[in-house]
T-cell receptor
Framework: DAKTTQPPSMDCAEGRAANLPCNHS???????VYWYRQIHSQGPQYIIH???NNETNEMASLIITEDRKSSTLILPHATLRDTAVYYC?????????FGAGTTVTVRA | DTAVSQTPKYLVTQMGNDKSIKCEQN?????MYWYKQDSKKFLKIMFS???????INETVPNRFSPKSPDKAHLNLHINSLELGDSAVYFC?????????????FGPGTRLTVL
C-alpha cells in the first residue's frame, strides 16, 4: 500500500469547516483513498472513500486532486463530537494499514 | 443493536496466563478481523478470517490463536501472556475480504498484563 502523510494535529472552531489534508504521492492507479476516524476510547469508524472523483456523504466530503497525489477531507460544520483522530489510508484491496493520523480538536 | 460486540471490555491479568477475547457481529458479514492498538496508538491488523477461513496472519506470535466457530464469531486466544501484549484489541467485520470493503469495528478490549 502507498504511504500517507498527515499533519499530526489541528484545531478547528465549532461550526466551521474542518479541512484535513493528506499526501499520498506514491499512490498507484488501482488504490483508493479511505478515511476513518477514531473517537477517544472507541473503535475506528468509516467516514468516506474515493478513487478519482470527489465524493460526498452525510458525514463529509472528499476532494482528490487530479493527479491523485493528495486529498482533503472536509467536515462541513464541525461539532465537538467530531473531536477524534482521523486516518487517511490508501488501500488496494489487501488490508487497511493505519498510520498515525491527524488528531483534530474541535473547540467551542 | 450493537453491530460488532466484544467481551470483555477490560481484562487485567498476570504474565504467563492464558486468556480469550470474544467477538460477535450481527451484520451478516463474511469477514472478520483482529487489530491491535499499542500504547503509541498505532492500529495494526493481526488476523482476518473469511467464512471461517484464515486469510491474513500478519506475523503474529503463535501464542495468539484466532478461532472462528462460525461466520458471526471470531475469538482471540492468547497463551503465556507477556507484558508487551498489553494493548487495546479491536475486532472488526466487513462483507468482503480486504480493505476495499467498509470495516465496522467493535468497541475494543483493553488488555493489561501485569
Amino acid at each position: 500500500d502507498a504511504k500517507t502523510t498527515q499533519p499530526p494535529s489541528m484545531d478547528c472552531a465549532e461550526g466551521r469547516a474542518a479541512n484535513l489534508p493528506c499526501n499520498h504521492s506514491t499512490i498507484s492507479g488501482n488504490e483508493y483513498v479511505y478515511w476513518y476516524r477514531q473517537i477517544h476510547s472507541q473503535g475506528p469508524q468509516y467516514i468516506i472513500h474515493g478513487l478519482k472523483n470527489n465524493e460526498t456523504n452525510e458525514m463529509a466530503s472528499l476532494i482528490i486532486t487530479e493527479d491523485r497525489k493528495s486529498s482533503t477531507l472536509i467536515l462541513p460544520h464541525a461539532t465537538l463530537r467530531d473531536t477524534a483522530v482521523y486516518y487517511c489510508i490508501v488501500v488496494n484491496d489487501y488490508k487497511l494499514s493505519f498510520g498515525a493520523g491527524t488528531t483534530v480538536t474541535v473547540r467551542a | 443493536d450493537t453491530a460488532v460486540s466484544q467481551t470483555p471490555k477490560y481484562l487485567v491479568t498476570q504474565m504467563g496466563n492464558d486468556k480469550s477475547i470474544k467477538c460477535e457481529q450481527n451484520l451478516g458479514h463474511d469477514t472478520m478481523y483482529w487489530y491491535k492498538q499499542d500504547s503509541k496508538k498505532f492500529l495494526k491488523i493481526m488476523f482476518s478470517y473469511n467464512n471461517k477461513e484464515l486469510i491474513i496472519n500478519e506475523t503474529v506470535p503463535n501464542r495468539f490463536s484466532p478461532k472462528s466457530p462460525d461466520k458471526a464469531h471470531l475469538n482471540l486466544h492468547i497463551n503465556s501472556l507477556e507484558l508487551g501484549d498489553s494493548a487495546v484489541y479491536f475486532c472488526a467485520s466487513s462483507q468482503d475480504i480486504g480493505g476495499l470493503d467498509t470495516q465496522y469495528f467493535g468497541p475494543g478490549t483493553r488488555l493489561t498484563v501485569l
